[in-house]
């Protein structure tokens, strides 16, 4: 057996600086350009990595894709026990937030594949738990207030409202939150 001892921390420490480093480059290259022209090479060579390691990290481009737009996100759960329409005001006012830490980012990440399917899931659960206590105005459909709550929670709707930062995400979710009225009895 080899004396030599492994210190996971600063092992961890440099994977982690490796990791940001890869989203950094990922970052820079999908907001100077389009999505379908990064390349695992080309994310490698600005971080000043191999390929191989970026796919040690990531398994694939569309898993740096959507670690990109998870690590922007940011996304916090949601604590049990907070009254549907409450969630619903909570749900635009935190989608604001996160569209504003980095627009570039989420135009870039836009012109490529959809990387958020739970989206529509957890649209269809806050339409179903705004039904559920009779919160949708009379002849809102399930599929209506999930379309509505899709559209309302989006970037390209935020991005239209935000005017590149002459509006502020609050002032944006107070817009989105008169429009969600359409669904609310």
Not at 17 to 27: E, H, P
Not at 43 to 71: I, P
Not at 81 to 104: H, K, M, N, Q
Request: hydrophobic share 45%; glycine share 8%; aromatic share 4%.
């Amino acid at each position: 057996m080899s004396g030599r001892s492994y210190r996971l921390g600063r092992r961890q420490d440099a994977v982690d600086r490796t990791r940001r480093a890869i989203l950094v480059a990922a970052r820079d290259l999908l907001v100077a350009g389009e999505p379908q022209e990064i390349s695992a090479g080309a994310v490698a060579k600005r971080a000043g990595v191999s390929r191989v390691t970026v796919y040690n990290q990531f398994g694939s481009k569309a898993g740096l894709l959507a670690a990109l737009a998870a690590g922007a996100q940011g996304e916090q759960p949601i604590p049990a026990g907070i009254e549907p329409a409450d969630l619903l005001r909570r749900r635009i006012v935190e989608s604001c937030s996160r569209w504003a830490t980095d627009p570039a980012l989420f135009r870039g990440l836009l012109k490529g594949p959809n990387l958020d399917p739970e989206s529509s899931i957890e649209d269809r659960a806050l339409a179903e738990r705004l039904a559920a206590s009779d919160l949708l105005r009379p002849g809102c459909s399930l599929k209506e207030a999930e379309d509505v709550i899709g559209a309302l929670t989006s970037f390209p709707v935020f991005d239209r409202l935000h005017k590149n930062g002459r509006r502020s995400p609050a002032f944006v979710a107070g817009i989105l939150m008169r429009l969600a009225a359409a669904i609310l009895a």
